[in-house]
């Protein structure tokens, strides 16, 4: 069975002192998966993955990888590639020098390392620097040296700690784009530590969404945006984030003050009544001809319109509570504008209040 | 603490006029000023060059009627400590001997060490820093007798080799110091990812982090040669008469009580022994300013 | 160890580092705290030539303030301290507040002011003793002038004698304090002053009122600095006066040095170091706790 995974965390806990930074964590990585670990700062997610690497120990729990446990490993054992989000090149060796320092270290025959740091070299078209300093590169070329610097050794399990956060916009962008590439190519297994939802929701087969030392929920792009297992995943995915309500469920009714919402059409996992969070994401709620055949209408003013070109938010209050809408880029609407909008239970997302979980 | 190396941009406002009255005022002081750090150099100076009939005559103050360098050689290699008269050129000869090793040795033990609490953590560690700490705070009289009897039981006491064993332990706690914060101050991805490349705790420490510490050696190169060529206490306290130190055998030169008092020749003496502190000096800038900055806590 | 399974022994784990750090904690648990704590034992014995346990309680500690010369050394240090925290603090602040006013030449002004620190206390203290030498020296240039009634002999006074090892001390430490002020002041945000100057606030409030409560920090940590080195004062006296005149000028560093080394008086030396040490942890006591004690709450 464990030949398939990649990498297993059995109930993994990492404390300093009396602060339990991770909890009890149980983690199955597939072979050849693009697994995301996503979370604000101080969640635990760049600790969980400085544990998989060795570099920090663990207080209880194991850690395996292809099949071997690796808990007390040095990191140079366990068959891993890592890549850090400042790049950590080394500044006094040359391209070449970093690329091939840890084969040096595993005493890798001198032909043998020259012919993996050429390769490498070739598949992230960086051949031109080998002989540059770190000081002498861009942010990019840097950051593609680094993974480089993985790539050489020749392992299973690539770990990447938020490996982009410090490239401008554009060249984050390009380089998201090449990372799915050469995943494609090299079917490694990776794991990527980022907080950054754009770079989860495109690379990701599965996302590992953590908050508090604790996965929150773990599931395919698709799963965790649409069907968020939680209030804190379906607050923290998204942007703008989703809608929130605060009511009541009553005979497949939700009801917050004058709202009423039938649920005939909502997918109930488990049958709830009493206080709930409604939560709807801004793109599922439809504004004026479009709202004519949803579930439930509402007549709002829009406050404030926020045009982004590709598309336009619209800032509106529901019940007092702050409630966006997206529309289409061409869309004519401004602030002042009363407005007729609606939406469907099928896409929304209904959260039991007392434990927070999705119902 | 203090990080005295960024004196890039002043900040009071800017100055108007090259003459106005507030600069006038302000310059103005600073010469003065500069006057009281500078005349005793230059008396120290002037007086070494002049002969003994011409001090008695004349102030301090005026420059030499006819120089002479005979206070000089006189210092260097003549003068008496009441022991023998062969000079200064032992003490500096026994400082140069005392401060070399010295500043290796306890270079190198500090550097590892900070080195091993920046990056290799274990536990306990904090607590014999933080009395490491501390003792940088003690009074060293404390700790002279103890000292001795240490040194007596390794069979060092009055040699060469306990001294430069007294300089490294005195000098380990601010040493340790500003090894452990500037390896702390490096990133720490650098070290983590040297680690995923199978470096070992002396590997990462000669191919990674020396490289790029240069600069923090050099500090504490200065920081080291002028402390311990300055020393005077732990000199007399742990060495013999044939070993002492220059700043000691300086002090039983002038003021031995034997004899006519040669000023000349104890102000040559006295700039002798200046001399190699001043040197590094003018000649390290900043970096001197760095280490001092640093060592200021060793008192 | 290589399998990876199954946790290293403690001891063993992180080896390189532990044998790096032996030569700490050598120093740190035998020179420095087995060192401090045998002397504090040792204080109440009466040991002389040779340290021995024969206990005696608190007679050491009675005999040393019964002693002039230890009460002398006190009253020296209480002085030379005092003024010396002030006039370092003071002078050391204008001359670094005068550099920062955007002049020319900094950096020789700045290298004048501290060059003296480079140079010994033994040196230092030869060379005030050549300036301060009565039939040569300052007052004799003086007195040629035409004042011939003008006194000024420290180092031939009892009573002024502390204030000329004052004068060279100063000479020697206060450009350290100027420069640990001067990046104190180059660490305080540009925008300050260009708020203040919108404000139509003058340069010296601008210091007294903004400035230097910003640099509270850098005061504290200099404060500890002189303080710890006034206590340690040792060569300075060395050099300069001997004591002299008679012991108009001992200090307790001194006085520790003498008993125990010229005089074979282990167990007095004993009692005046602890009292050394006393004096020392009252001001470092209260400093730590506000520089380390609160970062941990952070």
Redesign the interface.
């Given at each position: 069975m464990s030949n398939t995974h990649s990498v297993e965390i059995k109930n993994l806990t990492l404390s300093f002192g009396a602060v339990d930074v991770l909890k009890k964590l149980d983690l199955t990585i597939g072979q050849g998966e693009f697994l995301v670990l996503l979370g604000s700062s101080g969640c635990g997610k760049s600790t969980l993955l400085?544990c998989i690497?060795?570099?920090l120990d663990v207080t209880a729990g194991q850690v395996w990888i292809n099949g071997k446990n690796v808990t007390w490993a040095?990191?140079?054992?366990r068959g891993?590639?890592?890549v850090?989000?400042?790049?950590?090149?080394?500044?006094?060796m040359t391209v070449e020098g970093n690329m091939s320092?840890?084969l040096k270290?595993?005493k890798v025959p001198k032909p043998e390392i020259k012919k993996r740091v050429a390769h490498a070299a070739d598949v992230l078209q960086i051949e031109p620097l080998l002989n540059r300093k770190p000081s002498a590169l861009s942010g990019g070329q840097r950051q593609r040296v680094a993974i480089g610097?993985a790539l050489v050794r020749d392992v299973d399990v690539f770990l990447f700690?938020e490996p982009l956060s410090n490239l401008d916009a554009k060249l984050r962008a390009d380089l998201r784009i090449e990372l799915k590439q050469l995943h494609a190519r090299l079917k490694n297994t990776m794991i990527y530590v980022t907080h950054d939802q754009i770079e989860a929701m495109t690379l990701a087969d599965r996302i590992a969404v953590m908050k508090d030392g604790l996965i929150q929920q773990l599931g395919s792009p698709d799963e965790v945006y649409n069907k968020p297992e939680n209030l804190y995943v379906a607050d923290f995915i998204g942007s703008p984030s989703m809608n929130l309500l605060e009511g009541v469920i009553e005979d497949q009714f939700f009801k917050a003050g004058d709202l009423s919402v039938p649920l005939a059409g909502y997918d109930f996992s488990r049958q709830a009544n009493g206080a709930a969070w409604f939560g709807i994401r801004p793109e599922h709620v439809s504004l004026g001809s479009e709202a004519e055949s949803t579930d439930v209408k509402l007549n709002v003013k829009v406050e404030v319109v926020e045009a982004l070109g590709s598309d336009t938010l619209a800032l509106t209050e529901v019940n007092g509570t702050r409630f966006w809408l997206r529309t289409s880029g061409q869309s004519k609407i401004s602030a002042g504008d009363a407005v007729t909008i609606g939406f469907n239970a099928a896409e929304a997302s209904l959260f039991d209040k007392k434990d927070e979980k999705r119902l | 603490?203090?990080?005295?190396?960024?004196?890039?941009?002043?900040?009071?406002?800017?100055?108007t006029r090259a003459f106005s009255r507030r600069n006038i005022f302000?310059?103005g002081?600073?010469i003065v000023?500069?006057f009281?750090?500078?005349i005793?150099?230059y008396?120290?100076v002037v007086?070494s060059l002049k002969g003994m009939p011409e001090?008695?005559m004349g102030?301090?103050?005026a420059p030499p009627v006819e120089i002479t360098f005979e206070p000089w050689v006189k210092a260097w290699s003549e003068a008496c400590t009441g022991l023998n008269c062969d000079g200064l050129s032992r003490g500096f000869w026994n400082s140069v001997r005392i401060t070399v090793p010295s500043v290796l040795v306890s270079i190198l033990?500090a550097s590892?060490?900070g080195?091993?609490?920046a990056n290799?953590?274990?536990?306990g560690?904090d607590v014999?820093?933080t009395?490491?700490i501390?003792?940088a705070?003690?009074?060293?009289?404390?700790?002279?007798?103890?000292?001795v009897?240490?040194l007596r039981e390794m069979g060092i006491y009055g040699t060469l080799t306990g001294l430069v064993v007294v300089h490294?332990?005195f000098g380990?706690?601010i040493l340790?110091l500003l090894f452990r914060n500037y390896f702390t101050s490096l990133?720490e991805?650098?070290f983590?990812?040297?680690?995923?490349?199978?470096?070992?705790?002396?590997?990462i420490y000669f191919?990674?982090m020396l490289?790029?510490s240069l600069p923090i050696f050099v500090v504490a190169m200065i920081l080291q040669v002028?402390g311990i060529?300055?020393?005077?206490?732990f000199g007399v306290?742990y060495t013999k008469p044939d070993i002492y130190p220059m700043?000691v055998q300086?002090?039983n030169i002038?003021?031995s009580v034997q004899g006519v008092k040669e000023?000349n020749v104890?102000?040559a003496a006295?700039i002798l022994?200046?001399l190699v502190?001043?040197t590094?000096?003018?000649v390290s800038?900043r970096l001197?300013?760095r280490g001092?900055?640093a060592g200021?806590?060793k008192? | 160890m290589a399998t990876g399974a199954t946790k290293p022994f403690?001891l063993f784990?992180?080896m390189?580092?532990?044998i790096?750090?032996i030569?700490?904690?050598f120093?740190?648990?035998?020179?420095?705290?087995?060192?401090?704590i045998?002397?504090v034992v040792y204080s109440f014995t009466d040991s002389k030539l040779l340290?021995r346990t024969n206990w005696v309680g608190f007679e050491q500690y009675e005999r040393l303030w019964g002693t002039n010369r230890w009460l002398i050394s006190i009253e020296n240090l209480m002085i030379y301290g005092v003024c010396s925290l002030f006039f370092s603090l003071v002078i050391g602040f204008l001359?670094a507040?005068?550099?920062?006013?955007?002049?020319r030449f900094?950096n020789t002004?700045?290298?004048?002011?501290?060059?003296?620190?480079?140079?010994?206390?033994?040196?230092t203290g030869?060379?005030?003793?050549?300036?301060l030498?009565p039939e040569?020296?300052i007052q004799?240039?003086i007195r040629?002038l035409g004042w011939t009634s003008f006194a000024f002999d420290p180092l031939y006074n009892q009573d002024i004698v502390i204030y000329g090892v004052l004068v060279a001390g100063l000479?020697q430490g206060t450009?350290?304090i100027m420069?640990?002020m001067?990046?104190?002041?180059?660490?305080?945000d540009?925008d300050i002053?260009k708020a203040s100057?919108v404000d139509g606030i003058p340069?010296w409030k601008t210091y007294l009122f903004i400035v230097i409560p910003m640099m509270r920090p850098?005061f504290i940590?200099?404060l500890v600095?002189i303080a710890?080195?006034i206590?340690?004062v040792?060569?300075l006296v060395?050099?300069q006066t001997?004591g002299g005149p008679g012991i108009a000028s001992e200090v307790?560093?001194k006085f520790?040095?003498d008993t125990?080394?010229l005089r074979q008086n282990?167990g007095q030396?004993?009692a005046?170091?602890?009292m050394?040490?006393l004096a020392?942890l009252i001001v470092?006591i209260p400093w730590?706790y506000l520089e380390f004690g609160g970062k941990k709450r952070g």
């Open positions: 400085n690497a060795g570099l040095e990191p140079s054992e891993i590639g890592m850090f989000q400042s790049y950590a090149l080394y500044p006094q320092f840890g270290n595993a610097r700690d | 603490m203090v990080d005295a190396t960024h004196f890039d941009g002043a900040h009071g406002p800017k100055p302000l310059y002081t600073l000023v500069a009281y750090y500078l005793p150099l008396v120290m007086t001090i008695r102030n301090i103050f033990i590892v060490n080195y091993a609490l290799w953590r274990f536990k560690a014999f820093f009395i490491l501390f003792g705070f003690i009074p060293y009289q404390v700790m002279l007798y103890p000292m009897i240490l490294t332990i380990m706690p340790t990133p991805e650098l983590k990812a040297a680690r995923v490349d199978g470096a070992g705790f002396w590997g191919q990674i490289p790029m002028t060529w300055n020393d005077f206490l306290v700043t300086l002090n002038v003021n000023y104890n102000m006295t022994t200046g502190p001043l590094i000096y003018f800038g001197f300013v001092i900055a200021a806590v008192g | 403690g784990r992180n390189s580092a532990k790096a750090a030569p700490m904690i120093a740190a648990m035998v020179v420095f705290f087995g060192g401090t045998w002397t340290p001359l507040a005068l550099l920062d006013q955007k002049i900094e002004f700045r290298t004048i002011f501290l060059y003296p620190f480079a140079l010994s206390f033994i040196v030869l060379i005030w003793q050549w300036l030498n040569f020296g004799s240039i040629d000479w450009g350290l420069v640990l001067l990046a104190g002041l180059r660490g305080i540009q002053w100057r340069s850098v940590t200099t600095i710890s080195g206590v340690k040792f060569d060395v050099a001997s307790p560093a520790v040095y125990m080394f282990l030396g004993f005046a170091s602890t050394m040490l020392v470092i730590a």
